[in-house]
């Protein structure tokens, strides 16, 4: 049974404001471990979702319990890295999908270390002016192939021209 316009009413009359929530004792606890912005945004959204649930004759849960583990796991969603770790058991070594091949400890203590700082990307040192980011790769490819210049590029496109 779908609730008449009346209970609808009553049930969106219900929710709290963004305002009260940010208020509130959990709105406090959220502000102070999270970016004001993500809370904002993850309250707005709850909220939204809530209304236009109630709006479309679906059964939804309004109490302050049940909206306040939803906006703190959404806040918690919007605060994650998007790139996690995950297992690659497709058989297939070096797969585009899955952020191609794995790199060793010791390329990870290097990007670590030149990280923490800044680098030479586009800078020559022997002669402190601009350089050329490409010569960071140039002597390691030529190295490899055995090619008398090389040059990588991020596309096909690149590649073509």
């Known amino acids: 049974m779908t609730p008449d316009s009346t209970e609808k009413q009553n049930i969106l009359s219900a929710l709290p404001s ?3 929530l940010l208020r509130s004792p959990s709105g406090g606890r ?3 471990q999270f970016k004001r912005k993500i809370v904002l945004q993850a309250i ?3 909220i939204a979702s809530r209304r236009e649930k109630i709006l479309g004759d679906l059964a939804v849960e309004v109490s302050p319990e049940s909206l306040d583990r939803d906006i703190l796991e ?3 969603k919007l605060s994650s890295y998007s790139l996690v ?3 690659n058991a497709t058989g ?4 585009t999908n899955l952020g191609r091949s794995i790199l060793s400890e010791k390329v990870l203590d290097n990007v670590l270390e030149a990280g923490r700082g800044y680098t030479n ?3 020559d040192l022997e002669t402190g002016r601009r350089g050329k980011r490409h010569v960071h790769t140039n002597r390691l490819l030529r190295e490899i192939t055995g090619a008398e210049d090389a040059f990588i590029v991020n596309n096909n496109a690149a590649a073509v021209l």
């Open 18 to 20: 963004v305002d009260e």
């Open 30 to 32: 959220w502000i102070s």
């Open 44 to 46: 707005r959204e709850v």
């Open 74 to 76: 959404l806040i918690r």
């Open 85 to 87: 770790p995950v297992i």
């Open 92 to 95: 297939i070594v070096i797969h």
């Open 121 to 123: 990307l586009e800078y």
